[in-house]
């Protein structure tokens, strides 16, 4: 057998996810799993619904057409309509994934050439430096620092070179809970217009925002014509498990990211396709309901974890908040997280992993809210077991 390495280098050191290696243990231990993000109770009993008629009807089991069904790229234009005031063509413009991770591969797969130079704010995802690899390109990281996780505009504009293709934006940002300002929003995309910049923004968390307001990049002077905006379904209607996302952008934009889409998964998700189409028309209310739902379940799980001693920075969206712990006497995330199953029955994520600069994170661990109330309640009381254990 060859003595060549298995794995493409350009994934060498990448492993299991972080996600899959927590949820194990927290199986593993019958622990209580605060670490990856999807909730415990499934979405609107209509929308779910919605997908039953679907499968029964024979809508959707068959491949869907390539670009996604007609109905939910109209209800994604609409839905960028209502809450934006941004208008784009169902039938040019909006692209269905397989869910925003396919999104963002899809798009960073067609935008990038190896060599080019992608920024993105850290800590990030941990599919965005795998797709950046993947593609041949270089992460750039402009780190956001503890308390306030807020971007250094100075640091990036000095972080762009010649060889900068495009800037990745996630807001709300995931893991720390940042949601980008209008003020931060317009510099950045000064910058993009003044350096001519590609610019994918990870927009799946704009429902869950409770402090200010999401506000597009795109909507900015100049951003249209240079921003691939992504999102999905699944965290804003608790139906993770559908993997149904999407693109907008111009027709040359999301041509080129459907070029790359379709060598992925081609299509995926049908039925659900349908249903997502009547999620996203569902009412103002719901949405406002949803929100306060979840701002509700972070206040209890911020107020449980300063009362057990962590360090609370309070997210201003997403359904995580970030925690140091350093004031429990710890020092390093990844070794707390792997002993906290067995000291109190709690699985977090170590926010390390989510870094290139990793001294930066070290001491950060993120807890999920995404849970019933009674669980993040028990998950409380367990934690105050690490003030008298």
């Avoid at 605060?34 to 499968?55: K, Y």
């Avoid at 959707?60 to 670009?67: F, H, K, L, S, T």
């Avoid at 701002?295 to 449980?304: I, N, V, Y």
């Avoid at 920075?313 to 020092?331: A, C, M, N, S, V």
């Amino acid at each position: 057998m060859s003595t060549r390495p298995l794995l493409n280098r350009s994934l060498a050191g990448m492993g299991t996810t972080i996600f899959a290696e927590m949820s194990a243990l927290a199986t593993a231990t019958g622990s209580i799993n605060l670490g990856q993000g999807f909730p415990d109770t499934d979405g609107p009993r209509e929308i779910a619904e919605a997908a039953a008629r679907a499968v029964l009807d024979g809508r959707g089991n068959q491949y869907p057409p390539g670009p996604g069904i007609p109905e939910l790229r109209a209800a994604v234009a609409e839905h960028q309509q209502r809450f934006y005031g941004l208008s784009y063509d169902p039938d040019t413009e909006v692209l269905v994934t397989a869910g925003a991770t396919e999104a963002i591969a899809a798009a960073l797969l067609a935008l990038l050439e190896p060599g080019d130079e992608v920024i993105a704010f850290e800590p990030f995802y941990d599919s965005y430096a795998a797709c950046i690899a993947m593609a041949g390109a270089t992460r750039v990281p402009l780190t956001l620092r503890a308390p306030s996780f807020r971007p250094d505009l100075d640091e990036l504009r000095s972080l762009i070179t010649p060889r900068t293709r495009l800037l990745l934006v996630n807001t709300p940002h995931n893991p720390t809970g940042t949601v980008l300002t209008p003020e931060e929003l317009g510099a950045i995309a000064e910058l993009a217009v003044e350096h001519d910049l590609l610019v994918v923004t990870d927009e799946v968390y704009e429902h869950l925002v409770f402090a200010g307001a999401h506000h597009p990049l795109a909507a900015l002077p100049g951003m249209r014509e240079r921003t691939v905006a992504i999102s999905s379904a699944g965290k804003t209607f608790s139906f993770t498990g559908w993997k149904v996302g999407w693109v907008t952008g111009t027709p040359e934009l999301v041509a080129a990211v459907r070029t790359a889409k379709q060598y992925l998964t081609y299509v995926s998700a049908g039925p659900f396709q349908y249903a997502v189409a009547e999620a996203l028309r569902l009412p103002d209310s719901y949405y406002a309901d949803f929100r306060a739902d979840l701002h509700r379940k972070r206040d209890l799980l911020a107020a449980g974890l300063a009362e057990a001693g962590f360090r609370v920075f309070e997210p201003q969206g997403t359904y995580f908040i970030t925690t140091d712990i350093t004031p429990l006497g710890e020092k390093d995330g990844i070794e707390f997280c792997r002993a906290l199953p067995e000291r109190c029955g709690v699985v977090a994520i170590p926010n390390a992993v989510f870094y290139d600069d990793t001294e930066a994170g070290r001491a950060q661990v993120r807890f999920a809210f995404c849970k019933k109330t009674d669980v993040l309640e028990e998950a409380v009381s367990r934690l105050h077991a690490l003030r008298t254990g």
